[in-house]
């Protein structure tokens, strides 16, 4: 499972990421997590704002910073699809 | 239901900021009446408590119209649209679609590469930033309403009419080439459906936000205010940023394009130059100048624009700014 947090370093991507290593923990579930911080790469996939989170190549996503929880949740799903 | 009792508390303990300032005032510190100091304490404790609370309201309010728009909604309603009416939607969309300044690049490359023309994404770019609640909420708790319908009438005529200069000079071959070399011919926006507990939990999490990261340069802004009401007199000096010297409003906008600060930051400023008696409209236009247009905007944007195409940008942005600035003068 691959998480990348996309995003160029301002304060809300930085707690995007700090949620994301915490729905890592919380889910128990193996994920590396990845920032993507060159504006060249960001835009590889798509986003109109960041910090935005991808899910094994999915965008979950952008513009605001969700719990957590919710991230944890989407962690879930994704191991479900396999 | 609660929002209405909510609403309801706010409204009681709002209107009774007046009388509880003047019991803290003088039942409570007996402050001798009539004083400088009276005078400072009253304003403070008046002022403070009051604009917090517009801002708390109106960052929740505002929070929770956020929530009907996202940039990708924005971005389609925009796409392939005529250059006026382009602009004037642009300019009114950058005031309620949800924007941070880190995402200024992705927003600008989704944009152009996908059909809105550059000059409207100009008119988003600028009005975004510029016309933002937290500026109007403290514009119109420390001047009035009038004000603050003011600097929200002309910020987004300035957007309006930047953009769609920038339009008509066809500057299109300053954009850095490898923005068109992006694939953004599908745009990957997760278009959620909120539901109304999802609007309300954004419109606190904006409360919880901004306010969090803003409330100390209200409360040093009203603070300085308090200190100038109560011990600096009325007209104490129409120095070089008064009504009558002409270049003051062009000189004060140059002043503000290099400098940064969040729209409640500027306000301390804001307060100690009109006491030193500048004139309102210019103090106005220095605080577009420096919310609308900074240093750190540029660097961001030198990835994405040629250096041609920022000067002009910054020029075009700054010249409206400079005719707003002796608006405001003539009518304030």
Redesign the interface.
Known sequence: MEIKVL????S??KKLYEEAEKAIRQSGINASLIKVDR??D??????????ALVINGE??????IPSASEIAGWLRSAREKG | MLIAIGLIIWWIIYHNIGPFALWVTYGLFRVPVKSPLASSVEFFIFEAPKVMMLLALVVFGVGIVRSFF???RT?RVLAGKRESVGNAMAALLGTVT??????A???F???VTTGVPLGVTFSFLISAPMVNEIALVLLFGLFGWRVAALYFGTGLMIAFASGWVIGRLRLEKYIED?VYQ???D?????DEKLSWMDRIQFGWNAVKEIVGKVWIYVLLGIAVGAGIHGYVPENFMASIMGKGVWWSVPVAVILGIPMYSNAAGIIPVVQALLGKGAALGTVLAFMMSVIGLSLPETI?LR?VLKPKLIFIFIGVVAVGIILVGYLFNMVL
């Open positions: 995003g160029t370093g301002c809300r991507c504006i060249e960001i835009m590889a996939y798509k986003v109109l704002s960041t910090p965008v979950k996503c952008a513009g605001k | 996202t940039p990708e971005r949800p924007f941070c300044s880190c995402s690049i992705p927003l490359i989704g944009f490898w992006t694939q953004m599908a745009v990957n926006a997760p961001i990835k």
